[in-house]
């Protein structure tokens, strides 16, 4: 919690202010974010661009989703539980 943050996401302010203290126009930053209200707080702020992280490859959740699947897909291929 940050005392200047007057108003949480989907509100631009926490990226607003984020921008300002790092001395950089909102407008040419990048934003990485893994819920939709966050989404909407990048756009809403002007980012340069916003990033779901939520789609990435090596997302923690998507990596134990693809360890999963493959665990299953081989106890499944030969009968055999590894």
Request: charged residues 30%.
């Amino acid at each position: 919690d940050d005392e200047d943050v007057s108003n949480p996401k989907p509100a631009p302010d926490i990226f607003l202010i984020a921008a300002d203290r790092i001395g950089v126009c909102p407008t040419k930053c990048i934003g990485f974010e893994d819920a939709d209200f966050g989404m909407k707080a990048l756009k809403d702020a002007g980012f340069l661009y916003a990033s779901d992280v939520r789609l990435l490859h090596m997302y923690p959740r998507n990596v134990e989703s693809r360890r999963s699947s493959l665990c299953e897909s081989m106890h499944n291929s030969d009968g055999d539980e590894r």
